[in-house]
């Protein structure tokens, strides 16, 4: 079997080699020149323009169009770490590609069988809803009795004067809505498929423990010797060092991602709540706001979800191991079992820039802190 956690995201490689997140193997200046071209034209740069003519229009009245500018500064700094060329990236991805890591029998087979199909799953479902969403965003603009661009924007040019134009700058926009939705959430599979890999090895490491006698599978004697034993649970630790080792790598990789990702949705909670003291309880805006509010919670759930599978199955390790035959070992065997169990007491557990843990009760409190505005609002 080819590494998995590249069959993982191979679609997502792809985008992202396109759209210049996903450094090439000898990358070049002009390659860094392109990412950040490629950023500021389509989001950087329409962002600023939709804020002049909000202010123009409006003067940020508007509490949609306000958050959606807020938001949008927020992913626009979210990705930054992939437009310098970043190296990190590849390594979460390429980091499972030693021997270590290698499926020993059919049931480790079988676990990485179901973590491949469930993020190629994620990969899938997040594009197509991002492409579903920009055509609905976009399209019903080539409805209209007249010229109409797909967002609201100041241009220093009449966009609407001939056909050509219109056209022209019709596509530049639903491009930059396009880039938009994947600066949006083209990282959100990856980095929770990420962590469900780093689940799968963990639970490869249990299995290994309680069944040590696997490894004289692959030895000539097929008879599993006390030296077998030992030399298994050894792997099991440095397999286990491996894992922490990813773990430290991804939060270098992805904790800034994901603090702006908790960020913005701060921001959009909090224009939600005073939407909801402002606006009647039942109408079109406030089925709107109520959308914007599963949404981004959705989004926090997710890496929350994931951050917990990574929690859970990293502490019950320490019951794997007592749950395994371990009073049958050598006494050698058994201290390293020891060692395992003692490095095992402190769970793995994934932070956003060290500041925010990323585990379900994260997601409650913010439920609750955002009930809490409501409440007090109201």
């Not at 409006?58 to 807020?70: A, F, N, S, T």
């Not at 060329?85 to 480790?108: A, H, L, V």
């Not at 924007?153 to 639903?174: E, Q, R």
């Not at 019950?316 to 749950?323: E, F, R």
């Amino acid at each position: 079997m080819e590494n998995p956690t590249k069959e993982s995201f191979v679609i997502i490689r792809r985008i992202m080699q396109i759209i210049r997140w996903y450094p090439p193997e000898k990358k070049s200046t002009l390659y860094l020149a392109e990412g950040y071209t490629i950023h500021f034209l389509l989001l950087v740069l329409v962002t600023s323009l939709v804020a002049v003519e909000m202010y123009l229009e409006k003067g940020y009245d508007d509490l949609v169009q306000v958050m959606y500018l807020c938001e949008t500064i927020c992913y626009s700094i979210k990705v930054l770490p992939f437009l310098n060329g970043n190296d990190r990236i590849k390594k979460c991805i390429s980091f499972f590609d030693g021997e270590e890591f290698r499926p020993r029998d059919y049931i480790e087979e079988e676990i990485l069988n179901q973590s491949v199909f469930l993020c190629q799953v994620m990969s899938k479902f997040y594009i197509v809803s991002i492409i579903c969403a920009e055509i609905a965003y976009a399209f019903p603009a080539l409805l209209a009795d007249k010229f109409e661009l797909p967002i609201p924007i100041w241009l220093p040019y009449s966009a609407t004067s001939n056909s050509l134009i219109y056209g022209a700058t019709y596509l530049y926009l639903v491009i930059a809505v396009v880039y938009s939705g994947f600066a949006t959430s083209l990282l959100d599979p990856l980095i929770g498929g990420l962590t469900f890999q780093a689940v799968s090895r963990l639970k490869i490491l249990k299995h290994r423990i309680q069944n040590p006698e696997n490894v004289a599978e692959h030895t000539s004697n097929k008879i599993l010797l006390p030296s077998d034993i030992y030399q298994e649970l050894a792997s099991c630790i440095e397999l286990h060092n491996a894992i922490l080792k990813f773990v430290n790598e991804y939060e270098e990789c992805f904790s800034w991602s994901i603090f702006n990702q908790l960020v913005a949705t701060t921001y959009v909670l909090c224009f939600i709540c005073i939407a909801f003291t402002t606006l009647p309880l039942v109408s079109m805006e406030s089925v709107k706001y109520v959308i914007f509010f599963f949404v981004v919670n959705g989004q926090i759930l997710f890496y929350c979800y994931f951050g917990t599978l990574l929690y859970e199955e990293s502490d019950s390790l320490v019951t794997a191991i007592y749950l395994s035959r371990w009073y049958e070992y050598p006494v050698e065997s058994q201290k390293l079992l020891v060692t395992l169990m003692q490095r095992s007491q402190k769970p793995m557990i994934l932070s956003a820039e060290k500041l925010v843990d990323l585990t379900l009760l994260t997601f409650t409190t913010i439920l609750k802190r955002s009930y809490s505005l409501v409440a007090l609002l109201q």
